[in-house]
T-cell receptor
Framework: SQELEQSPQSLIVQEGKNLTINCTSS?????LYWYKQKYGEGLIFLMM?????EEKSHEKITAKLDEKKQQSSLHITASQPSHAGIYLC??????????????FGKGTHLIIQP | GAGVSQSPSNKVTEKGKDVELRCDPI?????LYWYRQSLGQGLEFLIY????????KSGLPSDRFSAERTGGSVSTLTIQRTQQEDSAVYLC???????????????FGDGTRLSIL
């Protein structure tokens, strides 16, 4: 089963509208990372959340981690064509300084309609 | 360079051949990670290096896969006797310190797109 669920899988939004992408786990997340990917390119780091209830913003993108540290949301305000791409959440699923890489959701494909 | 550099960017090879993928991390980053991204599977963690050592190789898909890192910098991922199911984008990432130690973000290269004919 998928340890990190992202929803929706794809999203078509009219330019200027707001949108939210969710990332959910049944386990406690020890570090939650949001990335953006364009086709044929690598992942661009957006934000990192570590503490329950934490919220960070950069330009028109806001990310939150819930108090239980099992769910994160990414919110884009007044979407623009430059926001189009695949958004991925990645999480450190293990505490105690483990040597494992991040576990990723399957991504949300965002399309912005002019 | 300023970012993580991977080469080649694209590789097409025949089934059964060996391939070697290279990753040059951000200067000063001690941790290096390999991931595989394929359609329908998402991003799959393969292996992690702290310095030159890889504490856990269990994420490698089969014994045809191996990775090494020398001098605490460049890493190579080698796939022997390639199979069609090895076709994917192989992504490398580096971070200042290892996962779970201060939680530093991983920075990714653009990947190597591997196609096995």
């Amino acid at each position: 089963s998928q340890e990190l669920e992202q929803s929706p899988q794809s999203l078509i939004v009219q330019e200027g509208k707001n949108l939210t992408i969710n990332c959910t786990s049944s386990k406690t997340l020890y570090g939650l990372y949001w990335y953006k990917q364009k086709y044929g390119e690598g992942l661009i780091f957006l934000m990192m959340l570590q503490k329950g209830g934490e919220e960070k913003s950069h330009e028109k993108i806001t990310a939150k981690l819930d108090e239980k540290k099992q769910q994160s949301s990414l919110h884009i305000t007044a979407s623009q064509p430059s926001h189009a791409g695949i958004y991925l959440c990645g999480a450190d699923m293990y505490s105690g300084g483990g040597a494992d890489g991040l576990t990723f959701g399957k991504g949300t494909h965002l399309i912005i309609q002019p | 360079g300023a970012g993580v550099s991977q080469s080649p960017s694209n590789k097409v090879t025949e089934k059964g051949k060996d391939v070697e993928l290279r990753c040059d991390p951000i200067s000063g980053h001690t941790a290096l990670y390999w991931y595989r991204q394929s359609l329908g599977q998402g991003l799959e963690f393969l292996i992690y290096f702290q310095g030159n050592s890889a504490p856990d190789k269990s994420g490698l898909p089969s014994d045809r896969f191996s990775a090494e890192r020398t001098g605490g910098s460049v890493s190579t991922l080698t796939i022997q006797r390639t199979q069609q199911e090895d076709s994917a984008v192989y992504l490398c990432a580096s971070s200042l310190v290892g996962q779970g130690v201060g939680n530093q973000p991983q920075h990714f290269g653009d990947g190597t797109r591997l196609s096995i004919l």
